[in-house]
């Protein structure tokens, strides 16, 4: 472990073109609970009827849309969150200039509550919030406060700007996301198993050799990589950068 970290340091020690590409598991850190882990799918059908996934669907936010602001309410918004270690050793290397811009998946914007300033959103963001007529703005208080489904003052559904099953991602985003990766000499990759897509094929733009993963278990790229460290990123990240 203490010979990854040290290979981890020098490689963010010299180059000033890094990128950062992170998951879930960069918000449990912060005690926001993985809805796609095996607790998260149980608790969620058990509770409410449906898996995870079929209750974050477009079709779902449709038909069924008492349930889903239940179920997003109840397991999605974590607003009084605080950001962890890694969202701060991020900030650090930005700070610094070596790191030119944070790539998430998450929707609860610690990176942002950390400190870091050019954030790409893949799935979008639990504080922002749109009347799907009139488009008046709302934030996350807003829809956890609201009795059942959330309306606007002109009474028509606000919706959450965050990314659906069956939604497609903001192509803007994916642009700005994949130019970055192109262009880096260093891509770490952290808190994601690399499994949801399209976003996890990003990677596969990556032109540079050194590819870093960071996860609690194995993912579909670790041959490719040129460090794999399978620890909590918070600490990872703390002792790489911090120290």
Do not use: W
């Not at 203490?2 to 912060?30: H, P, W």
């Not at 179920?71 to 962890?84: I, Q, R, T, V």
């Not at 008046?136 to 009474?155: A, H, N, T, V």
């Amino acid at each position: 472990m203490e010979k990854l970290i040290s290979d981890l340091r020098n490689i963010i020690n010299e180059s000033n073109n890094i990128v950062f590409f992170g998951g879930a598991g960069v918000s449990t850190e912060s005690n926001i609970p993985d809805f796609r882990s095996e607790k998260g799918l149980y608790n969620a059908v058990s509770e409410y009827g449906y898996p995870p996934e079929e209750m974050l669907s477009r079709t779902f936010f449709k038909n069924h849309t008492e349930i889903f602001y239940k179920y997003y309410k109840e397991n999605m918004l974590y607003l009084d969150a605080k950001p962890n270690k890694a969202h701060f050793a991020l900030t650090k290397l930005e700070h610094e200039g070596k790191l030119k811009t944070v790539i998430t998946q998450n929707i609860d914007g610690l990176h942002q509550l950390a400190g870091s300033k050019n954030v790409i959103e893949l799935h979008g963001s639990v504080h922002r919030n749109y009347c799907t007529s009139c488009k008046k703005f709302y934030d996350g208080d807003f829809i956890k406060l609201s009795k059942g489904i959330p309306r606007c003052e002109c009474e028509k559904i606000v919706k959450p700007d965050v990314v659906l099953y069956e939604e497609s991602l903001n192509y803007a985003d994916i642009e700005r996301a994949i130019n970055y990766i192109e262009r880096a000499e260093v891509l770490i990759v952290g808190g994601t198993s690399l499994a949801v897509y399209p976003a996890a094929s990003f990677i596969n733009y990556f032109r540079g050799n050194k590819l870093i993963l960071i996860n609690k278990s194995a993912t579909p790229y670790d041959s490719k990589a040129a460090l794999v460290i399978n620890h909590p990123i918070g600490e990872v990240l703390e002792r790489a950068c911090l120290k």
